[in-house]
């Protein structure tokens, strides 16, 4: 009996030893799975040479900011493009118009790596009749390709994104790029402010600051220690600032616009008789 349970006990630490040889072996594998760390693929369109394979942290998209990751492949080597140069026009297709939205720049993650990636921001929703497509045109050694694909841009559950116009006429997007997983502690905010200068572009605007204060409506509209307004550290940059949150829960985080000259281009400071300002993004977690 005791020779048995032995034998047996021997047989499942070699066929153990198997397994994990036999999944260890192919260096290609590891490298691929470490680029795509932390991201899913929510998409793929191709083109008559090319499938682009859209990725994302949560695996889709939603109005707001959405930081996106692309790979190009070669439909007939199957290989993935490291020396591809791309850009991106994310178009929303209404009734009455079309328009496109915030976007940075297509940035490769690492040098001679197969990641791709920038940020789109989704100031709409899709609806029944109304939706967004993606056309993405990149260049490979000198040759120009393209191609179109409608993505799914469903309405985010909490306010994530806004679009106002400020006392001084122009028409601004403000939207909350992270924490994407806020904590109970200081977190860094990172929020964007956009002028839609017309239909198709959507500049970063410089210099001005966004006021910060987060509040429980729930909880006597209490607010938290230590916030940080939002500012840029370079021109061009997302705005970066320190958002307390003391406990979990619904938060609205109410904002001001300011411009560089401190003028409030919209919103309006938190008192005993103005709970909440007409310009804000809400969390809940
Ligand atoms: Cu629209």
Redesign the pocket.
Known sequence: MKSLLKYTFAFFIIATTLTFTSCSSDDDTATTVDELAGITKFQEFSNDTHTIELYSKEGNLEQGFNEIYIRIKDKATGNYEKNAAITWTPM?H?SMMN?SCPKSEVVQKTPNGTLYSGYIVFQ?AQNAT?YWDLKIDYTINGTAYTTTSEIDVPASAKRKVTSFTGTDGVKYIIAYAAPSQPKVAVNDIVLGVWKMQDMMHFPIVDGYKVKIDPRMPSMGNHSSPNNVDATQTALGELYKGKLSLTMTGYWKINLQLLNAEGDVLKGEAITDTVTESSLFVEIEF
């Open positions: 929303m209404m328009h709409m109304e």
